[in-house]
């Protein structure tokens, strides 16, 4: 049974850092492309970040570009977001999911977790 548990959400003020990690287990791990997404209350689920199975490749969204970086440690098992400089818009639930594919922006990823909440303060 596949699991994604991210943890690392909380709430902090704009300008503030944050990191998020992300645990998985039941699959082999550096198969994977892992990414990262968020949803905000009333908006779809939107691309943040993604890494290719070996951690040599990343991509973006505009938003978030230069601000966040997404890595990952496949002795661990884990993918990390870490946020710098965070703005008020920045604030949702935070998914990360796992795909067999290549890592890509649309949200049709195998495996999702539960999501952490980030809520940001002007």
């Known amino acids: 049974q596949v699991q994604l548990v991210e943890s690392g959400g909380g709430l902090v003020q704009a300008g503030d850092s944050l990191s998020l990690s992300c645990a998985a287990s039941g699959l082999t791990f550096n198969n994977y492309a892992m990414g990262w997404f968020r949803q905000a209350p009333g908006k779809e689920r939107e691309f943040v970040a993604a890494?290719?199975?070996?951690?040599?490749?990343?991509y973006y969204a505009d938003s978030v570009k230069g601000r966040f970086t997404i890595s990952r440690d496949n002795a661990k098992n884990t993918v990390s977001l870490q946020m710098n400089s965070l703005k008020p818009e920045d604030t949702a639930i935070y998914y990360c999911?796992?795909?067999?594919?290549?890592?890509?922006?649309?949200?049709?990823?195998?495996?999702w977790g539960q999501g952490t909440q980030v809520t940001v303060s002007s």
């Open positions: 890494i290719n199975w070996s951690g040599s490749t990343t």
């Open positions: 999911a796992a795909d067999l594919g290549r890592p890509r922006a649309t949200p049709n990823y195998d495996y």
